[in-house]
């Protein structure tokens, strides 16, 4: 399968621990997005790279989030200090640039307790 | 600034019979749209995109979607529920120059009754 993937599916924290994602966009393409979705809502946007360049943040994207994608490939993002209000589900989607279709992953569940 | 409201949090059908989702978009832009659907604990799924194209876009599972500009809508139909169709469906407003950002409405969940 060469589609998003992400890692891992689902995490249990305390409230106050860091937390990290991983997400693996399909290999070709040159865009990665964040999204959040909690519980009844639709998915909220985080945070874009094209390639390695972090291009826009969402204002909901407080301090304590932080996104990295290094090498243009797969990405990263942090979570410090986690509150109870992060509990979501947390969305990667990968697409070329130019091209408006873009491809989800199956997400990470974060359940901060 | 990019919006797209989705009309009915909750739809019931029967088996068998027509589905109609309703989604109303803004933009500033010349918009792309696409409807997605999520069932439970799967990832998003494309059901079908409009960019600039046919005005009447047909999807998988037989569904369709008629982009109106005048009426800034884009419904979605199928003429005959499926049980499989029971799921969360959300509709997708992009375009916003360079970014291509996805604004979500906030989903309609379709229930299929037997």
């Known amino acids: 399968d060469t589609g998003v993937s992400q890692d891992p599916r689902h995490k249990i924290t305390k409230r106050g621990q860091n937390v990290t994602f991983r997400c693996d966009p399909i290999s070709e393409h040159n865009r990665l997005y964040w999204y959040r979705q909690t519980l009844g809502q639709g998915p909220e946007f985080l945070t874009y790279?094209?390639?390695?360049?972090?291009?826009?943040k969402s204002r909901l994207l407080s301090d304590r989030f932080s996104a990295e994608r290094p090498k243009g490939s797969f990405s990263t993002l942090e979570i410090q200090r986690t509150e109870q209000g992060d509990s979501a589900m947390y969305l990667c989607?990968?697409?070329?640039?130019?091209?408006?279709?873009?491809?989800f992953g199956p997400g990470t569940r974060l359940t901060v307790l | 600034a990019q919006s797209v409201t989705q009309l009915d949090s909750h739809v019931s059908v029967s088996e068998g019979t027509p589905v109609l989702l309703r989604c109303n978009y803004s933009s500033s832009y010349s918009p792309s749209l696409f409807w997605y659907v999520q069932h439970p604990n799967k990832g998003l799924q494309l059901l079908l995109k409009y960019t600039s194209a046919a005005t009447l876009v047909k999807g998988i599972n037989g569904f369709e979607a008629e982009f109106k500009k005048s009426e800034t809508s884009f419904h979605l139909t199928k003429p005959s529920a499926h049980m499989s169709d029971a799921a969360e469906y959300f509709c997708?407003?992009?375009?916003?120059?360079?970014?291509?950002?996805?604004?979500f409405g906030t989903g309609t969940r379709l229930k299929v009754l037997a």
């Open positions: 997708v407003v992009s375009g916003a120059s360079g970014t291509y950002k996805y604004i």
């Open positions: 989607a990968s697409s070329l640039a130019g091209g408006p279709e873009q491809f």
């Open positions: 790279f094209q390639n390695e360049a972090q291009l826009e």
